[in-house]
């Protein structure tokens, strides 16, 4: 069982990005995903997640405005495309399965297995 996100970057203040989660080793149908991000010295905070199929998505720090999650379940891959890119978005983003809902609040706890993630730099 494994989620692999990739597609971070270098972006510019105000640039956009859209991240990939690859999953694998399991049928992504049955599990709500949720992409997070943990920048240096920080804890790990959830940014979006997506319910089972066509579900309800769910964005904890109000950034719907700037960021949507995606699934595409056909082919095990969950996105995340995220616009007016800000300095203080840079960090680490992860993506984890769950078999519970998703919420308002994400618990990292809720979220497993995590991959490495991919490092997201928003900088001039």
Known sequence: VQLQASGGGLVQPGGSLRLSCAASGFTLDYYAIGWFRQAPGQEREGVACHSISEGSKYYPN????RFTISRDDAKNMVF?????????????????????PCGEVLVPSHFAPWGPGTLVTVSS
Do not use: G, I, P
């Open 62 to 65: 109000n950034e719907k405005e």
């Open 80 to 100: 995340l495309q995220m616009n007016s890119l800000k300095y203080e978005d840079t960090a680490v983003y992860y993506c984890a399965r769950s078999a519970f």
